[in-house]
């Protein structure tokens, strides 16, 4: 049996469970893993260790970036896809995170709903960390802001302007909460059907008295870009959403992240995306591919940004290499 620290374990299941502190704690050991990497040394602070990986959605860079984060880190993982251990059918999703615990120092979860990711981190000693849920995208908010403070050379991105276009979501949620820890001045343009949960938006209102942060909600893209140094978009029909897709996009049309848009934003306004896209619908090719992009430098900080999550998970629940 795994001996797990459990009275220290800490999960990262929303941005809402982060500290500002925790926020430049993570940070931290994300740039020192970065530059580790690019200087081709060796980490292996985790060696032996194991991650569970549990998949009930599809993906690319979740997948490929925990795989490969853990490698570095000396551990390995082990990938569960629905169709095998059949969460909430074949067996309880409870009764899989006691399994789990037993052999596993870390469990990583992308599912629908909050409640299975909370149902894992309440029954498992090991931390938990969430790849996404309907409701959350934590470790790519991370790791894009993490992005745009290597673009921008500061890690304080205090008062800098972020619009959010398209669909309330999941990625929304966590960027708009992690932009109230950071006192980020950002900006969301949804329809009215679709705008983010009121919980997200109380809660980043709350932060934002704090931290000094701007949050602006509207139904109007071309206030939320105005004067932006980058806009965001996402996929207007998110993974268990697709039934919805042909009258989403007929409402999110005037959403769509276009060369157009781009003009009321400020020159050299950076753009991005979380990916997968779906070119000539939330976002056009010329914008997506264009010189101010910066969307596979998010896909590239997946990596750095969740070894810097992983290690100060492991860290906080007293994880050890194996000797
Ligand atoms: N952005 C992201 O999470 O990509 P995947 O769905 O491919 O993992
Ligand atoms: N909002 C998208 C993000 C994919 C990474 C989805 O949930 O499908």
């Known amino acids: 049996?795994?001996?797990?620290?459990?009275?220290?374990?800490?999960?990262?299941?929303?941005?809402?469970?982060?500290?500002?502190?925790?926020?430049?704690?993570?940070?931290?050991?994300?740039?020192?893993?970065k530059s580790d990497w690019s200087d081709r040394r060796r980490t292996p602070v985790l060696d032996g260790c194991t991650m569970a990986m549990i998949f009930e959605k599809a993906s690319l860079r979740t997948r490929s970036t925990f795989e490969?984060?853990?490698?570095?880190?000396?551990?390995?993982?082990?990938d569960l896809s629905n169709l095998n251990i059949g969460m909430g059918t074949r067996e309880s999703v409870a009764d899989i995170a006691r399994n789990l615990d037993r052999w596993c120092d870390l469990i990583m979860i992308r599912t629908f709903s909050k409640e299975r990711a909370e149902t894992?981190?309440?029954?498992?000693?090991?931390?938990?960390?969430?790849?996404?849920?309907?409701?959350?995208?934590?470790?790519?908010?991370?790791?894009?802001?993490?992005?745009?403070?290597?673009?921008?050379?500061?890690?304080?991105?205090?008062g800098f302007p972020i619009a959010y276009v398209g669909d309330g979501?999941?990625?929304?949620?966590?960027?708009?909460?992690?932009?109230?820890?950071?006192?980020?001045?950002?900006?969301?343009?949804?329809?009215?059907?679709?705008?983010?949960?009121?919980?997200?938006?109380?809660?980043a209102e709350s932060q934002a008295r704090g931290t000094g942060a701007r949050i602006t909600v509207t139904s109007d893209p071309d206030e939320a870009v105005r004067g932006a140094r980058a806009v965001y978009t996402d996929i207007w029909a998110s993974m268990g959403k697709e039934h919805e897709h042909s009258e989403r996009v007929?409402?999110?049309?005037?959403?769509?992240?276009?060369?157009?848009?781009?003009?009321?934003?400020?020159?050299?306004?950076?753009?991005?995306?979380?990916?997968p896209a779906r070119r000539g619908e939330e976002i056009t090719s010329d914008v997506m591919d264009g010189p101010t992009s910066i969307v596979l430098d998010q896909a590239e900080h997946r990596l750095h940004s969740q070894k810097g999550v992983i290690v100060w998970l492991a860290n906080i629940a007293g994880i050890r290499p194996y000797l």
């Not at 795994?2 to 704690?25: G, Y």
């Open 169 to 203: 979501n999941n990625v929304c949620h966590s960027l708009m909460c992690l932009a109230a820890l950071l006192g980020m001045d950002f900006r969301a343009a949804c329809p009215d059907a679709y705008m983010p949960s009121r919980e997200y938006i109380q809660w």
């Open 250 to 275: 007929k409402v999110f049309q005037p959403y769509q992240l276009n060369a157009q848009l781009l003009t009321a934003a400020a020159l050299g306004a950076y753009v991005m995306h979380d990916l």
């Open 1 to 33: 049996m795994i001996t797990h620290n459990s009275s220290n374990k800490r999960d990262l299941l929303s941005i809402m469970d982060l500290s500002r502190t925790d926020v430049d704690e993570i940070m931290e050991l994300s740039f020192d893993l």
């Open 120 to 158: 894992v981190a309440r029954e498992a000693h090991a931390p938990t960390i969430n790849a996404l849920t309907d409701e959350e995208h934590p470790c790519q908010a991370l790791a894009d802001y993490m992005a745009l403070m290597v673009k921008e050379g500061t890690r304080n991105l205090s």
């Open 68 to 78: 490969i984060g853990m490698r570095q880190l000396g551990g390995n993982t082990i």
